[in-house]
Nanobody
Framework: HVQLVESGGGSVQAGGSLKLSCVVP????????IGWFRQAPGKEREGVAA????????VVSDSVKGRFATSQDNAKNTIYLQMNTLKSDDTAVYSC????????????????????WGQGTQVTVS
């Protein structure tokens, strides 16, 4: 069982930036897919980004394209979600999750591909 720890959330004004971190312990091949998801009050969880840790390939969803990016630092076992030009619609609890098989399809990151989740970190844009 993989324990994920997110950090970096907070409150920011519209147009600002935040960088979230997700520490992923364990051997890389047991959790090659890392996805970023968000859930706003009253809305379904939405996949916003993913990375295949073995290839380094990344994807972001159409809803955040051009503003969000994900990256990894293998030495630190940490995945990042850089969020720029934040909007009020980006307000949500952001979580990272691991998966082993399908990381993404096109620009779509689906919740059911991921099995282990962090506790989430709140991002509030005003």
């Amino acid at each position: 069982h993989v324990q994920l720890v997110e950090s970096g959330g907070g409150s920011v004004q519209a147009g600002g930036s935040l960088k979230l971190s997700c520490v992923v312990p364990g051997y890389i091949y047991s959790s090659n897919c890392i996805g970023w998801f968000r859930q706003a009050p009253g809305k379904e969880r939405e996949g916003v980004a993913a990375i295949d840790r073995r290839s380094g390939a990344t994807v972001v969803s159409d809803s955040v394209k051009g503003r969000f990016a994900t990256s990894q630092d293998n030495a630190k076992n940490t995945i990042y979600l850089q969020m720029n030009t934040l909007k009020s619609d980006d307000t949500a609890v952001y979580s990272c999750a691991t998966g082993r098989h399908v990381c993404y399809a096109g620009s779509v990151v689906r919740e059911y591909w991921y099995t282990s989740w962090g506790q989430g970190t709140q991002v509030t844009v005003s």
